[in-house]
């Protein structure tokens, strides 16, 4: 029995049952999105969702009216979108990759900055790849050749590899920024790893060099509120502590189905969810991962552009929605979907599919001898035993 025993929990699967896997799709062929190539989404306070496409940018609403804004029918700056962020006045703020658009969604009014800008400032350069706002309102942007720069008022400050007014950053060509609860700005570069500007004077920059970093192309950088730094490389995930110590994840050691992360974003139960070149993941505090691919699901794309997590609390019925965009188009989640977490699977003795499923699981199990199968729902009560002795068993979810 010792040794039965010991095997059991060498081959034990838990299955996470919250919902149905219902994937809502948006594409040019059954809305009115600007293009299938999604490059950014926010989901506004209001609950209706901007869509960045290479097109253009696409509003919609629960009523499903889709309006377009692109060079023909508004005056946006370009067509081709890289990133967008909401501030909390309602204003867009909508990098492409020719400057800097500004949209007043009360008044309806444009502004545009490119180098060449006269009647307001200019930026350091047009191919802008990223836009956040900052925690006292400030607008940082994130260009491909002119590094980064920080707009108050009618000023932009500009922070680069020449450092002549500035602290100097590493690289020029910065793929991503982000903000920290004490308005550190952190930016993932194109060729020298990530940057963290502590105040206006002191930068840091970790590298493949330095540190234990798997690759100097950083394509999304998330800090946590708990001092945690996630990275999303070419070469994997990682994921750095309060006390220094990195973590990498890639596909060699983990579930990850692709060592190049494309975005990482956050849930309100502690998750992390990240895109990547071949599928999207939700992993838990626990680094249990769950796939969602073309092959097991019906999400639009396997290759993810942007995740955007609706998180406004008030709306209580759509909260926690995950959109997410594709070169296949825009979709989303609407409940936490039915798939399995695997844990202390060993050998590669067992193997799951459809994952996630809304009902059948089939489990094809390549060993000689019985395995304990137990599925618990979200609160943790076991929901059911089954141990399975053939090659193939069949196991219906739908009733639990």
Known sequence: MKNLFTFLISVVI??????????????????GIASDTVTDIVVAPDNTVWI???????HTNESDTWLGYNSNTSDIISNTVNAMVMDNTGTIWIATQDGLSQFCTGSGSWTGYDTNSITVAPIPDNAVNDVIVDNNGNIWIATANGGLAMQSGNFWTVYNTAGLVTTPIPDNNINAIAVDTNNNIYMATQNSGIAIMYGSNVVHNFNTENSTIPGNTVNAIYPAGDGNIWLGTNNGLAMSNATGNMMVLDTLNSELPDNCITAIFPDLNGNIWLGTANGL????????????????????????????????????ATNGDVWVGTYNGAGYINENPLAIKKHFIKNNHLYIYPNPTDGIINLCYKHNRAALIEIIDFTGKTVLKKTVSTVIASVDLSRL
């Open 281 to 316: 993941v939700e992993l838990d505090q626990q680094f249990n991962a769950i796939i969602y691919n073309t092959s097991n699901s019906n999400i639009p794309g396997d290759y993810i552009t942007t995740i955007c997590i609706n998180q406004n609390t008030l709306l209580k």
């Open 14 to 31: 838990i299955c996470s049952i919250n919902g149905q896997n219902d994937w809502t799709n948006f594409d040019t062929q059954n809305s």
């Open 52 to 58: 960045g496409t290479v097109n253009g940018v696409t």
